[in-house]
């Protein structure tokens, strides 16, 4: 909270006391708290790996929201703690309005919170607490999908290299972003939630406020970048252990990204008769935008036509690869289930055949079956679920159906006139707001970390 309270200070803005009092506060509880809990260490267990990724994200996500609460923003605490899991979770939604004339400190904070929810708290818990040892290995699976082996002996040193990563990629982007004409502040900002695929920006036309066809493209091959499992730039630099095409999601969200961004760009050409270069620019940022859940938007691309929304719409579901900074259903998940199905249909027509199931190299087992089923179940449940919810509180049906995708994919913009990429949700009350905080939450931790918790039976023993 110190950046922030530096920023506002130089800017002679009193927000500054607010970041100073509520980091005290918080660096005073977090002391008494490790003071407390000195001695010996508990044995870690699954179940406590569970409760102990919740609790942090829920945690952090209130320490998040108290300096946007007693700031100058006037938001309820419902919305501030909205913004700050949402900025946690990389969901980009906001409540906030006039983002051009915000302090800077406010903005600077909603950046960092993306930013470091994008490689999640849980790479710092496992550098804090190194004595995790096999549960800190454990702890990254209970928060991401990705299932991949260790590439690496030691959980530190895999830790280490995601994070180094991660934040090379940032600098290069904020560089990037700088010498295509971009402030330092803007550039900065947005190169942190770019790579935490967020979407937060410092100006409500969001990337829109630059016009530079220039900036959407590196925008574009960033939020790639920051789609695709972090483990592939881990590999790139161990000897003969670089193969990017090893993990099939990886083609098979590149070829939706582009296939997806084609059709957009060829249905803007025919309908809207827009040049086709200018189609192809725009249409490609705005749903690599959708699909990797970052969230920026050059437009309201909810006016190019209905052919459009439709793709946006599928997008919205589909999401990066595991391991990456992306959310969504994901693309290892797809390959999966669209593998399934297709044995499935064989068997139907040779029962007696022995049909294989393999992902890439290597076997699919029937956990990974189970698991990638019982994901879906749950995701689609929650997400009926979460719109029905939304609807009692008076939110109209497309409103309450893509707010509840959008918190639950962590996409940012839902559709319609409210809650579409030229709106936000400030005027959902604030009920409707703790619903969605929860899905964001749901959606990050991807729905079984925090569900299981409810379970009666695993408290049993």
Known sequence: MLLPALTDFADENDDFRVFVGTGFLVGMICALVAVATRGERPQFTQKLGFLLVTT????????????????????TFAGAF????????????TVISGLDSLPR???????????LGGIGIIGMVLLILPSLQAGGLALFHMESSDKSDKVLPRVNQLTGGLIAAYVVLTLLCAIAYTSLGMSFFDATNHAMTTMATG??????????????????????????????PFVVYVRAFLPRRFQLWRDPQILVFLVICLVLSFAIAVTRRIINDTPFGEALVSS???????????????????????????????????????????????ANR???????????????????????????????????IQTVTIFFFLFFGTLLM?????????????????GTLTALSNVGPGFGQIIGPAGNFSTIPDPALWVLSAAMLLGRLELVTVLILFFPSVWAD
């Open 56 to 75: 942090v994200w829920i945690a952090a996500c209130v320490i998040g929201a108290l300096p946007l609460y007693f700031s100058s923003v006037n938001v």
């Open 82 to 93: 909205f913004e700050s899991m949402s900025g946690l979770t990389t969901t980009g939604s």
């Open 105 to 115: 400190g406010i903005l600077l904070w909603r950046s960092l919170l993306q930013w």
């Open 199 to 228: 979407g937060y920006s410092t100006h409500d036309a969001s990337m829109g406020f630059f016009d530079d066809n220039r900036i959407l493209i590196t925008s574009t091959i960033f939020m790639i970048l920051a789609a695709l």
């Open 284 to 330: 490609t940022f705005n749903l690599v935008s959708v699909i990797t859940t970052t969230g920026y938007a050059s437009e309201d691309y909810t006016l190019w036509s209905n052919a459009a929304i439709g793709i946006f719409f599928l997008a919205s579901f589909l999401g990066g690869c595991a391991g990456s900074t992306a959310g969504g259903i994901k």
């Open 334 to 368: 797809l390959v999966v289930l669209f593998l399934v199905v297709r044995a499935s249909f064989r068997k139907l027509v040779r029962p007696h055949a022995i049909v294989r199931l393999k992902y890439g190299n290597d076997d699919i087992s029937a956990q990974t």
């Open 386 to 402: 979460g719109t029905v919810l939304l609807t009692a509180f008076g939110l109209d049906l497309i409103t309450a159906f893509s």
